[in-house]
């Protein structure tokens, strides 16, 4: 059992590292693929993602609702789960609510990041819990240029909160640059 956190840019290679940890894990992998598909484009990274996946790993198609992952006939085949990844994973939350980023106030804020650290920990609780293997990828959102719009602001921000959380409570922490990984924990 290990928690493990890949990070990296955009195309970094850091998806492809995090399925070789999977392959290299000699385990059967269950993949959690955090996205939704809302436009041609996503479709097209979802397809491209599947493809350089094995076929034979299975797919939960999930973002939220991890405490009931226990409860899914799956969940209990699996040893090596690999979460792909984070950042989809808090944009989709913050979409499902119901709120205005260029208005709303700095306690809705902290609510909605609340929901999302609530979500990460009952993540990380049900695969210790239950002595599985959690390998995630998340993008490094704090090297880049600082957003000139309120809701890009709050997400980088929210983001690099989770990354601080996820790599403080992981076993392991990979950084990929250039498709080269470095070890950091």
Known sequence: MAVILV???????KSSFAEKLCRDSGES?????????????????????????PAAWHTIERYDDFQ??????????????LLD???IM??????????????????????????????????????????????MVSNEV??????????????RDISGRVNQFLAGEADEVYNIICGLPQKLK
Not at 68 to 81: A, G, P, T
Not at 101 to 123: G, P, R
Not at 142 to 155: A, D, E, K, Q, T
């Open 142 to 155: 704090g090297m880049g240029i600082v957003p000139s719009y309120r809701l890009g602001s709050i997400f």
């Open 68 to 81: 009931s992952l226990v409860n899914v006939d799956v969940f209990k085949n699996y040893n090596v789960f």
């Open 85 to 87: 990844c984070i950042t």
């Open 29 to 53: 992998v269950c993949y959690i693929a955090t996205s939704k598909i809302t436009d041609d484009d996503m479709a097209d990274r979802v397809a491209k993602h599947r493809a350089q996946r």
């Open 7 to 13: 990070v990296g840019g955009a195309r970094s290679g």
């Open 90 to 135: 808090i944009t989709n939350i913050m979409f499902d609510q119901s709120v205005d980023y260029d208005t709303c106030s700095a306690q809705t804020l902290d609510v909605i990041e609340s929901t999302i650290f609530s979500e990460i920990k009952n993540l990380l609780d049900v695969m210790i819990k239950n002595n599985k293997t959690l390998i």
